[in-house]
């Protein structure tokens, strides 16, 4: 960590200083510019508050050198890691493919995709029991009982699940969901983030709408630091002033993740575009640039949707794309 | 609510359209355009889901024409909402003045930046007892103990105060808080909204970083819909591609939401800019452009601030911002 | 085009303004709602300026229903329009290359990377020779030597070559340049287009930083309306709040100009990311993603570069990338 | 400046770049971390290409710590920038209204509006002749022939006249115009800020669309490079993800302006929002916020306006407005 000091500081500032950042058990190293000094702050500066220091009045910038990540960082664990769900895993050789319904709206529906979709190569079910919508007069999804017929599709098919948690207190329903996953907008409800790392289950992370790679990772390091390293990174699309589609796909978050980070990182072209028909090329992309898997939204009757419907593929469109995906997995064997 | 047609959709497939509408409660009105037929929906349409509808394979698109928020529209509550806490308000003829520091770090420095804020004007005491931070290793705050700490400077002050919640549990903590602050990374955690929206509590809901006026509106909707209609708007910076702010402070939200809604809305400086030079200004500029408070945040000695220091004024700093204000706000009266 | 009225509005008011649009040379059709009577403009709508009837006292919004851009647009010219260049195109069935160094820096440098990159399948030859830099204190380029420097290489290679323009009045010193490019931050310079649409060159234009699709094609239309019809879009990212990569890739803008237009799209991944080790994924992702071609930078001595080094590959990368590009080629063919 | 080092960087490559880095007129300090070598540059470093250095095999990042910006940084000219315009000025103790059309649309309509403007105490007038627009399709400006109205509005009332300019090849037309605008689309386009920096003429510089602080003072010291030292810099919005606005006014712009550039800084806010009824309160704002001046739309029939219409003001509300911000100027006398 450097710290940039302000024009005028004086020598007894600079001591002090320096004699304080000594009690936090670093060591410090002064280098003074024409304009400016500097001080590099060394040893184990993760845990150290950058704001604080920044705040200080005789400092004009802070900047980090070191990532304030250390459970999540590649450089502490140079291996990919693999995460093990059910019968299948993320991350590795294997290509994860999960697809299902927005939201669950019946058994028989869930039954239907669920066949289809591990029909075409899905890897897991997923369906939304508990919705997170804008409006409260939206449909909020069947809860309790989305999640019962996820485990009867589960039971009949074999194919593992991931649905939503929106909230702490409904943990005691996931017992047997195989992965959780934290929508884009509760990546920073830090106190979801730590209930689930005081748990063992895989939680499938998204990013959020208006936030950086580093702050994604963070929101990671929030569950790890508690003690559960089962996690998933999920690309989602962010906000710009696009309008075109819903959010904007950030691909190159792949590789620069893949570079940061040991976490297994798929994509979800779905929710990325909000619509159906750029679903397919997006996902090819995103194998090509390196993903471990894709989240993709399966519906058997995609304009009755309750949800999302404009975003939905149909088991036939899915099937397609699933194929299609197949072919650039096999090019880019071997080429990273 | 108007739906635009693909070309190409035929007679039966709008009678089709059509005859459902209807079974939802609607009217509908079809105009034919030389490349679009264009579909009217009349009747109260607050409650039906736009995406189902631009879901169905006929549909180019849907815009709505009405807002989807009812509570908050000042369409149907025209008068401004005056929100009654301890022995002040916010809304009407008060201009409410927030202040305190980001985090309670002991009874003492509460008690001495609240004496500190009263002297100066500051309406309500406010300070950071659960703290959300990007970094699971940086200070999460004091917790119940800073609940306490408020508590002690509120009956020696007389301040009502305001602090977060971050987790529906801790609720009970908060029963002799005047003020209970959402802040911007929960403003879509929709069970905390709900939550919150069970109680009888003022709620301050701050806008979240990347979210539009009319999401802000909705997460105020979803805490109305449960029957608490104490809500005082916050607006807060929202993320873009500038670096030299920490976020852009969206002053036009302040007269966008007067017309749009009749709930009261403050201004937080200190944290949409992240720097406390900047709090002076932008202190002034909301309260010209009308809005109904401020959020400012105050540290006794700001250099040693656990947490956003950079953007904290020193009581004497606040005192100043304070006079300023008082004279704008002089200056403003009747022109809107 | 709709346009919705303002509750209030008289009947009166009504029949005024229908009469002045049946005066513009359109139809109009009222819809008559709840709470807003809507009319809809039929005819040919193109050429009129939304932001006027928008301005109307009586009007609340407006909303285009066809799109404003005619030349540029698919639904009135359906195939995919292949750009003829020098020896080869762009469009239809070859997969454009266009490589070289962001600035041409001297004659050997050139004809060095010239022969490296043909080796390695590239099309065409890139190079900078007038350079927009951020400061007036930057390496502006070798301006009209640099151009020669280019020409003596696409002697030597047979390849075409790509080069940007900054100043209409520069045009004689392209006369031989095959592509002239239209920088980001010219993408909405409309005399620089509209010059450029009075010539028969080709131009490679580039989405500006901040600017829609819909805007994008609106800058084609510009140079399309002028009666050159020659022109490839260049999706080089677009300006968000996230800092790890220059900008951000918006790779979903290649099957929605695909869409839309029947003009070929390429993809610059070099300075989209800003970052060398992320081109080869951001390269593989647009060829998978059904892009028309790249333009990549690549240097013989990258770290020597005199701008842009961070993000150029070396020949030797270059000629890794390109392979791997031909595996996904291979793999996506006949996939859409 | 300072460089950070990437791991593993031996003795020999750190005394290479010093070395260099040395003939280049520099001083080095290296600095040495647990896990990073930094170097710090001293001396004269604005006119280093950070970038270049940065795409050094060996350097991880750069980062400045000095300004890039001379001429217009405020370190070396502490005092602020008069600009006088004719019988007035920009800047210091004169508060600036610049007022009047979006287009010259007729003589007439141009001399009535100046009147009026000029009644309700604009200090200029100012009126689009070439206009730049989205769409081709849409009107243009009367070019030549509205400087000309401009100009006999000048003459009558005595007002100084700002008008854009949108290619360097009609400079001979804007001799007797007073100030000569540059807009947001045109920030970055060099060779025309260059031609500018040739001339005498005081320039207003709008800030781009999506362009940060340092890139707007970048552009500002591309004109003055040249030797005109006469600017006036004008926030008029950015672009965000916020739809509801047109653009995002960014307020913090003005007192971060001020503490890095000694030039004076005001605000359009009939741009910046786009919508007529919210330019009061955003007039209001700036002028507590310590801008220097306002750009103000006028318009004597805005249903009737050929563009931005829905901008701008009649002359009454014009008069409102100035009344108001009068009042908010003697308020905040003194306070900064």
Redesign the interface.
């Known amino acids: 960590m450097?710290a940039?000091l302000k024009n005028g500081t004086s020598e007894k500032q600079i001591d002090s200083l320096c004699t304080w950042l000594k009690t936090q058990g670093l060591d410090v190293?002064i280098?003074?510019?024409?304009?400016?000094t500097?001080i590099?702050?060394?040893?184990d500066t993760?845990?150290i508050?950058a704001?604080?220091i920044?705040?200080?009045?005789i400092v004009?910038t802070v900047?980090r050198?070191?990532e304030?990540?250390k459970s999540a960082n590649r450089k502490f664990h140079p291996d990919d890691s693999i995460i093990n769900v059910g019968n299948t895993s993320v991350g590795g050789d294997i290509f994860a493919i999960m697809a299902g319904p927005c939201s669950v709206e019946s058994e028989e529906q869930v039954m239907e995709i669920a066949k289809a979709v591990k029909a075409s190569g899905a890897t897991m079910l997923r369906g939304g029991a508990f919705k997170?919508?804008?409006?409260?007069?939206?449909?909020q999804g069947l809860k309790a009982c989305g999640i019962e017929f996820l485990l009867e599709a589960k039971k009949e098919t074999g194919l593992p699940i991931v649905t939503e948690i929106?909230?702490?207190?409904h943990l005691s329903l996931f017992e047997e969901v195989d992965v959780i996953q934290v929508g884009a907008?509760?990546m920073?409800?830090?106190?979801l983030l730590?209930e689930l790392g005081r748990t063992k289950k895989t939680i499938l992370l998204k990013r959020?709408?208006?936030n950086?790679?580093?702050?994604f990772l963070?929101s990671a390091?929030?569950i790890m630091?508690g003690g559960n390293e089962n996690i998933i990174l999920c690309e989602r699309g962010?906000?710009?002033?696009?309008?075109?589609?819903r959010n904007?796909?950030?691909?190159?978050a792949?590789?620069?993740l893949r570079?940061l980070t040991h976490l297994p990182i798929i994509v979800d072209p779905s929710h990325?575009?909000g619509v159906a028909?750029?679903v397919?090329?997006?996902a090819?992309?995103?194998?090509?640039?390196?993903a471990d898997g894709l989240m993709i939204e399966v519906h058997n009757d995609?304009?009755?949707?309750?949800?999302?419907?404009?975003q939905?593929l149909t088991p036939d469109a899915f099937a397609d794309v699933t194929a299609?995906v197949r072919?650039?997995l096999?090019?880019?064997k071997g080429?990273?």
Chains 1, 2, 3, 4 share one sequence.
Do not use: W
């Open positions: 450097i940039v190293h280098s003074k510019g024409s304009e400016h500097v590099g702050l060394i040893g993760s845990k508050d704001e604080l920044e705040s200080l009045d004009e900047k050198i070191s304030p990540f997170p919508r804008t409006s409260p007069y939206d449909f929106m909230n702490a207190n907008r509760n920073q409800n830090f106190e730590k959020g709408l208006a950086t790679i580093k702050e963070m390091e929030y630091a962010i906000r710009t002033f696009e309008t075109y589609t904007t796909l950030d691909l190159s792949i590789p620069t570079e990325a575009t028909r750029l397919k090329p997006m090819l992309a995103a194998a090509a640039a390196g995609p304009t009755h949707a309750l949800c999302d419907g404009a939905s299609a072919k650039v096999d090019a880019v080429v990273y």
